[in-house]
C-alpha cells in the first residue's frame, strides 16, 4: 500500500491562517480553530499544504485498506 501523500506537518497553523487574502476568512478561520478546540480538545495541525486537522482517527476498510 502507498504511504498518504497528506501527513502532518511541523507548519504553525497560525501562520497560515495569517497568509489568507481576506479579512474575513482570517476572522472566520480563528473562530472555528477556537471552536474545534474547544469540541475536540487537540491542538489544531496543518496536514499536507492546506488541511487543519484536530487529533487522528485510525480506519479500516472491509477490503484491508487502512490509513489515518
Do not use: A, C
Not at 487537540?42 to 480506519?59: A, L, Q, R, V
Amino acid at each position: 500500500m502507498k504511504p498518504s501523500k497528506t501527513i502532518p506537518t511541523i507548519n504553525k497553523v497560525s501562520l497560515f491562517i495569517d497568509q489568507l487574502k481576506s479579512h474575513q476568512q482570517r476572522k472566520d478561520s480563528r473562530v472555528l480553530i477556537e471552536l474545534m478546540v474547544k469540541i475536540t480538545n487537540k491542538k489544531p495541525i496543518i496536514w499536507g499544504t492546506s488541511i487543519i486537522g484536530f487529533g487522528t482517527y485510525h480506519y479500516k476498510h472491509k477490503s484491508g485498506r487502512e490509513g489515518d
